[in-house]
């Protein structure tokens, strides 16, 4: 893998002329012109900088960008942030507000929809506040208690 994390796939030369994820972001953002959050910067660069920030890093392993037979470019870092920049914007303020202090606090988001993302932080929140393995006891319990009194019906 090159210093800039592009793949060669099988014996194509590692091309480094795959745009750069900033690139596509402030290009959309420039093609649609979306309403952007007030904690965010209006230059669409800087944004993408910005919202690159707030998501999980690339992992170079399994998201690095590769060059495909026909010379297209299968970039999965570059759609994962366009997905959750994508429903991020969907967001009402409110929300968009919510899932920015909720990153800055360590959780993160995978574009999950408001009401489960808001149960994942109270669950977080509770594993925080307590012993680990005690949380863990704890959700197993709960979950051994659930599935006993669920009814199985093998039709």
């Given at each position: 893998m090159s210093d800039k994390g592009y793949k060669k796939m099988g014996n194509q030369p590692v091309d480094n002329s795959c745009p750069t994820p900033e690139s596509v972001i402030a290009q959309f953002l420039q093609a649609?012109?979306?309403?952007?959050p007030k904690m965010a910067p209006a230059d669409p660069f800087q944004f993408a900088r910005?919202?690159?920030?707030h998501?999980?890093?690339?992992?170079?392993?399994t998201e690095g960008a590769q060059v495909l037979g026909d010379g297209r470019w299968n970039t999965p870092y570059h759609d994962r942030l366009m997905y959750t920049l994508k429903r991020f914007l969907n967001?009402?303020?409110?929300?968009?507000?919510?899932?920015?202090e909720q990153i800055e606090r360590g959780t993160a988001w995978k574009g999950d929809d408001i009401d489960r993302f808001q149960a994942y932080c109270e669950e977080f929140g509770k594993m925080s506040?307590?012993?680990?393995?005690q949380y863990i006891e704890n959700a197993f319990k709960q979950m051994k208690k659930t599935l006993r009194g669920m009814v199985v019906r093998n039709d």
């Open positions: 649609k012109t979306p309403r952007l910005w919202w690159m920030a998501q999980a890093p690339p992992d170079n392993f967001l009402k303020s409110v929300h968009q507000i919510f899932v920015i506040k307590t012993d680990k393995n």
